[in-house]
C-alpha cells in the first residue's frame, strides 16, 4: 500500500474493492460490500460539500474528536457512526460494479473541487471544518477502515 494518501486514494482503493462481488458481509457492522461502497462514496461527496453537513458533536467534544481523526490511530472495529441507524439503508445501484464506478467519479470530483477551490473549508459532521489535507487524511483513515472490515488489506 502506498504512504501517499492521494495516490492511494486515486490509484490503489478502487482496485482492491473490485475484488469484492457485492453481497459480502464485513467482519463488523451492517453493512453489504455493495452498501459501504456507496457509505465512501457519500463520505468523499462531504469531503467536497456536495452532501452538505453541519455539525453534529457537541462543541466542546470537537477539539477531541479532531485531534482522533487527524491522528494515525485507526478507527476500532464496530466504531459507530451516529448519523447511520442499525438497518442498513437501501442500496442505491443495481450492482456492486455501478456503486465502484459512481465511487470512481466522486473521488475524481474530490480532487479536482480541492484543485479548483484551494483553500476551501467543509464541515466533517463529527470533526468540524476541515481543509483539503485534513480531508484527506481522514478519507484515506476511513478507506482503511472499510478495507480491514472486508478483509482487504
Known amino acids: 500500500m502506498s504512504t501517499d494518501k492521494a495516490k492511494f486514494l486515486k490509484e490503489e482503493f478502487v482496485p482492491l ?8 458481509k464485513g467482519s463488523w ?6 452498501g459501504m461502497i456507496e457509505h465512501m ?6 469531503g467536497r460539500g456536495r452532501i452538505p453537513r453541519t455539525l453534529h458533536t457537541p462543541e466542546n467534544l470537537v477539539p477531541r474528536f479532531r485531534d482522533f481523526a487527524l491522528s494515525e490511530k ?3 472495529p464496530e466504531t459507530k457512526n451516529a448519523l447511520m441507524s442499525e438497518t442498513p439503508p437501501p442500496l ?6 455501478e456503486a465502484i464506478e459512481e465511487l470512481e467519479k ?11 477551490a484551494p483553500g476551501v473549508i467543509i464541515t466533517n459532521p463529527f470533526f468540524g471544518d476541515f481543509n483539503y489535507n485534513e480531508w484527506l487524511h481522514l ?7 472499510h478495507l480491514k472490515q472486508f478483509n482487504l488489506v
Request: proline share 0%; with cysteine; glycine share 6%.
Open 139 to 145: 478519507l484515506h483513515k476511513h478507506a482503511i477502515h
Open 106 to 116: 466522486e473521488i475524481t470530483s474530490f480532487f479536482d473541487h480541492h484543485k479548483n
Open 92 to 97: 442505491r445501484k443495481k450492482n456492486i460494479t
Open 29 to 34: 457492522g451492517v453493512l453489504s460490500s455493495q
Open 41 to 46: 462514496c457519500d463520505s468523499f461527496g462531504e
Open 74 to 76: 485507526e478507527f476500532k
Open 17 to 24: 474493492l473490485k475484488k469484492l462481488k457485492g453481497e459480502e
